[in-house]
C-alpha cells in the first residue's frame, strides 16, 4: 500500500479552532476532523492546503507555520498528515464534503469524536 501525503488546515479564530464532521460515507465517516485532503503529485504542502480547503469550504485561508506530521495507517490507507496553523482569510464557509462543522475550544475537543491522526495532534495544541 502506497503512503501518500495529506495536509491538514487547523483553523484558529477568537480562540476557537474549526473542526468538520467527515462524511458518513467515506472512510472513517462522521468521526471528526480538521479539514485537508491529498497531496497531489508536483503539489506544495502550502498549496494543496488552500486548494483542498478552498474546495470542501469555499474559503481562503492564511498559513502560518507548519504544527506536525503524524504517521497513520489501516487495512485501507497509509498516509503521513501533515497539520498547519492557519486562519481564515476570506469567504464564508460552506460545507460540500462534510456532514458538519463547529468552532470549538481546547476544552471542548473531548466531546467529539475526532478521526485517528487528527486525535494525537491535538495534544500539541
Known amino acids: 500500500m502506497d503512503k501518500f501525503n ?3 488546515a487547523i483553523i484558529i479564530k477568537d480562540n476557537k479552532y474549526f473542526i468538520a464532521q467527515r462524511n458518513r460515507n467515506k472512510h ?9 485532503g491529498k497531496v497531489e503529485k508536483g ?10 480547503i ?24 497509509n498516509v503521513k498528515l501533515h497539520y498547519y496553523i492557519c486562519s481564515h482569510a476570506n469567504g464564508e464557509i460552506i460545507l460540500s464534503e462534510h456532514e458538519d462543522s463547529a468552532w470549538v475550544t481546547k476544552n471542548e475537543f473531548k466531546n467529539y469524536n475526532f478521526a ?5 495532534i491535538i495534544n500539541l495544541l
Open 6 to 8: 495529506v495536509v491538514a
Open 28 to 36: 472513517m465517516g462522521l468521526s471528526w476532523e480538521f479539514p485537508g
Open 43 to 52: 503539489e506544495s504542502f502550502e498549496n494543496a492546503l488552500k486548494r483542498e
Open 54 to 77: 478552498e474546495e470542501e469550504l469555499n474559503i481562503e485561508i492564511n498559513i502560518k507555520n507548519k504544527l506536525g506530521e503524524e504517521n497513520y495507517q489501516d487495512d485501507k490507507i
Open 116 to 120: 485517528e491522526g487528527d486525535s494525537d
